[in-house]
């Protein structure tokens, strides 16, 4: 993954679905683009929302961290 570009958080939530189309989230320090989940659409997922990291939410998830295979690795946060 080093060849992923790098982004800060405050790039981060610019990609929350409001102030830009994409829909991005970062766990464990990879930001992952779900733009295309039914699950984000308008930037929420049920009480987590878009454009934050969300590695220290997943633990109330329902779901383990596998649920962002699916999606396409975008960018390094620092």
Not at 14 to 26: E, M, S, T
């Amino acid at each position: 993954m080093a060849e992923l570009p790098i982004y800060t958080k405050q790039q981060l939530a610019l990609r929350n679905g409001q102030d830009k189309p994409q829909i991005w989230v970062a766990y464990l320090g990879v930001i992952y683009d779900v733009t295309e989940s039914r699950l984000w659409r308008n930037g929420k997922h049920y009480e987590h929302w878009a454009g934050q990291d969300l590695t220290d939410e997943l633990a109330d998830a329902p779901h383990a961290e596998g649920v962002f295979e699916k999606f396409d690795a975008v960018g390094k946060l620092v």
